[in-house]
């Protein structure tokens, strides 16, 4: 239809030296950048204007050690996409298929720990209401999950259905894999900085 | 490079070899220009909508108290989430009063203003005047607007669901937003409009810089795109930290964090059910860092609009070209850092103040250079004063107007006087009213004949500019004054305090000058839908233009052009020294 | 994209098991660093010295920017400048409210 009319969609622009995609994502990350760091912004406003404000390694806060799990997990799951595409780069449709779904399962993991987390939470009856520091918590770490959900969605349309553009022109599905590797990454990278703020200091 | 794009008109490439049903070709559509219509059209909808909560505004404003005439009563009934007026008597309540401001501003600015300059102009217009064959993501230009619709459909739900509408203003502070009714769809209804413009700015971002036709550099590109262009970072970059705001109003509302509910907030004589701790002032931060880049991404567009329709009437290339892309573009930049002199009152202390004090100042200093390239570009212009023109024209002293009233507010010393008064809906009306939606108007009468291969009539044109022009300065020009005297906004009755009273007269005085501009209006719309079937017909180029949407077909085919544009000049080569031609288009190859 | 030759792959390959390592390795640093409870001013700039080296290492290599085009450094730059406005911008107004030792618990009232 029209992704054949429209110049640059697979091949990269002769000045820019990026097809379309690539540089819309990077677009669409540098938004997204603003929109944790207005999160991140609110969270130091809050806390550095704030009487007291605890520590998240303090009894009765934050499991810092399914946290750091999640990190791991978040981190494999980076890596397991990166592959991913450099499986592709190698013309091997399976294994990047493979990897793909390795990387859908890591994030199901990163979730189901998550569930365990909100839950024992709310099991003490802790919610977001209780004060600042679970508001801050529970908004920024639900806000990121809500981004794990989404790349989980293009991951499983790439590793399905999405895969029938091999055929027809492997390098187009190739950077879309790249593209929603770049997208997983940031979301590993807003990971990177909230697991210290918001558990371990 | 790209292969041409060679369609007849109306024959759409699909995978099966035939039209495409109705539902692809009108509603569902990624054609650039079809979706450009889509925006331009809602958009039109929702500024006649937004006008209309106005107008009954000015009947309580100019008569307090008095009941609302022939519709006092409807705007009463139980099929409103609230009622508007007074059951017993019509009289516009203050709580509907409230609801009638915020949702003023809001469908105003989020879904009249932006969705028909951007939404509408910028995506009719980019691609062609940069010789593209549609933008560089057409399924995603869709989304944004199916986001947009629904985004405007839920925010005008809100009046006809329980609580009614948003009452809080279009600035929504905390805390009294956090406690008020309507306001959670307010905040849903902003998550799909942002949604929609990050998803647009992308579009435009990339389509600018990867799509342009083959010698079309950036010096050459119509000021236009450059606006444009500018506004697609002001969107993507500055309305996030909005979206992260409305989520955590949304927690503070449904789910009882405080993020923004102070400690020790009585209500009513109540302690206020929030644990506290959160900071009114955070909200304010986040909503105007991006709320003052969004003014900016109100007029850029439609200073672009206005030069192109200078340049063309003028026929002569617009003066400083160079320096108003510079301009625009350093204009851009200081947006994102002027955001706290909405915020002088709240005690930032001096050192802070001074900044945003000066940074607002500097800021100044590409529109005046912005505006002053326009006033000079019609020295020795062989001026054509048509509909469009007259628009474009006009706007300059209105804008300058604009612009100069908002200095005052700008110092702070002066802004203690000034904020939060009639004076700064002076000032910021002079510049959307007058400024921007003249250059929609202008625009309208230029690319209408782009649009539907057919004129608009002159005659009417004329007669809906005039009286435009003249009730536009009737309405916003004594409200410089009741700010100056300290009349305070949002006032639902002036004449309770001693300043309203000194002004009261005024208010009539405006409140009639904002009736007969809707009268004014019929005029234009009457010859918007008149010309659709008997306007005069014309092929690519009725204006003599030499930007390239001028050599597409008129209107022009799935992927524009019949063959793929080459451009060899800069954008306003007319009356070119030397020679005796009128005009050069930029897709037209140098002559020997 | 370029086109990648297979060794080329294969070496980004390696580069890429090599940072996984890393990370891994940061993360327990990071972790460890935090069980020592050091005053909050240095727990923060530490906490965030080795998660700027963390997400750097992600950024550069995992997402290629180490070898991205022009283009896309100029867009992350002008982010940067908006990001560092956005964060500083409203903590810098209302530095008068701000108590620097604020995460000492105090035993006080606040604490919940």
């Known amino acids: 239809m029209s992704a054949d009319a429209i110049p640059y969609t697979v091949k990269p622009h002769p000045v820019t030296g990026v097809p379309n995609p690539k540089f819309g994502i990077w677009l669409f990350l540098a938004s997204e950048v603003m929109l944790f760091g207005a999160l991140f912004s609110s969270y130091v406003l809050l806390r550095v204007t704030a009487d007291s404000w605890p520590h998240g390694y303090d009894a009765g806060r934050l499991n810092w050690k399914l946290a750091a799990l999640n990190t791991i997990v978040l981190i494999t799951s980076s890596v397991t996409m990166v592959m991913a595409w450099a499986s592709l780069m190698l013309h091997d449709l399976r294994k990047g298929r493979i990897y793909l779904l390795l990387t859908f399962l890591l994030a199901g993991v990163f979730l189901v720990v998550k569930y365990f987390e909100y839950g024992a939470k709310f099991e003490h009856h802790i919610y977001p209401a209780t004060d600042p520091f679970f508001a801050v918590y529970f908004t920024l770490t639900g806000l990121h999950g809500l981004h794990v959900v989404g790349g989980m969605i293009a991951i499983g349309y790439l590793m399905g259905p999405g895969a029938r553009l091999w055929r027809t022109d492997p390098e187009h599905y190739a950077n879309r894999v790249e593209c929603t590797g770049l997208y997983w990454h940031f979301v590993d990278l807003v990971w990177i900085f909230l697991f210290p703020m918001l558990y371990l200091i | 490079m790209s292969a041409a794009a060679a369609h007849a008109p109306h024959d759409h490439a699909s995978p099966h070899g035939h039209a495409p049903s109705f ?360 001026i054509r004063f048509n509909a469009p023109m007259l628009f474009a024209t006009a706007f300059l002293p209105m804008f300058a107007i604009g612009g100069l009233t908002g200095l005052p507010l700008a110092l702070t010393t002066s802004d203690i006087h000034l904020h939060d008064t009639y004076y700064v809906i002076g000032h910021f009306h002079y510049v959307v009213a007058p400024g921007t939606i003249f250059g929609i108007f202008a625009g309208i009468y230029y690319w209408y004949p782009k649009v539907t291969g057919r004129m608009m009539n002159e005659t009417l044109g004329k007669i809906h500019f005039w009286p435009t022009f003249l009730c536009m300065n009737g309405i916003f020009l004594p409200m410089l004054f009741q700010g100056l005297v300290g009349l305070s906004r949002r006032t639902y009755d002036a004449t309770v305090y001693e300043a309203g009273q000194l002004v009261q007269g005024m208010h009539v005085g405006i409140s009639w000058a904002a009736w007969t501009l809707a009268v004014a209006q019929i005029p234009f719309i009457i010859n918007f839908f008149i010309s659709l079937r008997s306007g005069r017909k014309v092929a690519e180029n009725p204006w003599e233009a030499t930007t390239l949407e001028w050599a597409a077909p008129s209107p022009p085919p799935h992927g524009n052009f019949v063959t793929e544009p080459v451009v060899y000049r800069d954008p306003y080569d007319y009356s070119p020294p030397g020679r005796s031609i009128d005009f050069l288009p930029q897709n037209k190859p140098q002559e020997a | 994209m370029s086109v990648h030759s297979a060794d080329e792959v294969k070496r980004h390959v390696r580069t890429y098991l090599m940072v996984f390592a890393a990370l891994a390795i940061l993360t327990v640093i990071t972790v460890a660093i935090s069980t020592v409870h050091l005053p909050s001013h240095r727990a923060i700039a530490l906490a965030l010295v080795v998660a700027v080296i963390k997400a750097a290492l992600v950024a550069l290599f995992f997402m290629h920017l180490a070898s991205e085009r022009r283009i896309i450094y100029a867009t992350l730059a002008l982010c940067a400048v908006f990001l560092a406005a956005l964060l500083f911008g409203p903590i810098l107004t209302e530095h008068e409210f701000i108590h620097w030792a604020n995460t000492q618990p105090r035993g006080g009232a606040h604490v919940s």
């Open chain 2, 23 to 382: 539902w692809r070709h009108y509603v569902f559509s990624v054609d650039h220009k079809v979706i450009g219509v889509q925006y331009a059209i809602t958009g039109l909808i929702f500024l006649f909508v937004g006008f209309c909560l106005m107008m009954v505004m000015r009947w309580q404003l100019a008569y307090p108290g008095q009941p609302v005439p022939l519709i006092g009563k409807l705007l009463a009934s139980d099929w409103l989430g609230a009622a508007i007026t007074d059951k017993q008597t019509g009289v516009l309540l203050p709580e509907g009063y409230n609801a009638f401001g915020a949702m003023h501003g809001t469908i105003m600015v989020f879904m009249a203003i932006v969705p028909l300059v951007v939404g509408g102009f910028g995506n009719f217009v980019v691609p062609l005047q940069i010789g593209a064959p549609d933008m560089a993501f057409p399924r995603l230009n869709m989304l944004s607007y199916w986001c947009y619709l629904p985004g405007g459909l839920l925010m005008s739900a809100s009046f006809f669901l329980p609580g009614g509408a948003a009452q809080s203003g279009w600035t929504s502070y905390a805390p009294l937003a956090v406690i008020s009714p309507g306001q959670t769809v307010w905040l849903f209804s902003m998550v799909l409009l942002i949604t929609s413009s990050l998803l647009g700015s992308i579009n435009f971002i990339v389509t600018i810089v990867q799509l342009r036709a083959r010698g079309l550099t950036f010096m050459r590109l119509p000021f236009f795109v450059w606006a444009q262009f500018v506004t697609g970072f002001l969107l993507l970059l500055a309305f996030p930290p909005l979206e992260a705001a409305a989520v955590m109003q949304l927690m503070d509302r449904l789910a009882g964090t405080s993020f923004f509910m102070p400690e020790g907030l009585v209500i009513s004589g109540k302690l206020a059910e929030w644990t506290g701790g959160g900071s009114p002032l955070l909200w304010q931060h986040l909503f105007w860092f991006l709320a003052h880049p969004e003014v900016y991404v109100l007029i850029l567009p439609a200073m672009g609009i206005v030069a192109e329709v200078i340049a063309n009437n003028t026929r002569k290339p617009l003066w400083g070209y160079r320096s108003m892309v510079y301009s625009a573009i350093f204009l851009g930049f200081m947006s994102f850092v002027v955001w706290a002199h909405h915020m002088f009152m709240t005690g930032m202390g001096t050192k802070l103040s001074a900044f945003f004090q000066t940074t607002t100042m500097i800021i100044s200093i590409p529109s005046v250079i912005i505006l002053t390239a326009l006033v000079i570009s019609l020295w020795g212009g062989s």
